[in-house]
């Protein structure tokens, strides 16, 4: 039986400890995956392991500005 959201109503947030190259360099980056329900589309963001405490504001806060425009 498949669930039905209302825009906004609902999201998954996850997040990942990925292995990259950036330059020739090998490093590991925190990765924060967000889908929304409603529309099922994907917004993805990588972030350096340090920048992992501003990961989840900074990703969450398009929803948030989506939410307020309801």
Known sequence: ???S???GEAY?????AE???IG???TTVKVAH????H???FY?????PDDLARAVPACLSPLRARLADR
């Open 1 to 3: 039986m498949p669930l």
């Open 5 to 7: 959201f209302a825009p």
């Open 12 to 16: 998954q947030f996850d997040w990942s």
């Open 19 to 21: 292995v990259v190259l």
């Open 24 to 26: 020739r360099v090998t």
């Open 34 to 37: 967000l889908r929304l329900r």
């Open 39 to 41: 529309s099922r589309m």
């Open 44 to 48: 993805v963001r990588a972030y350096r």
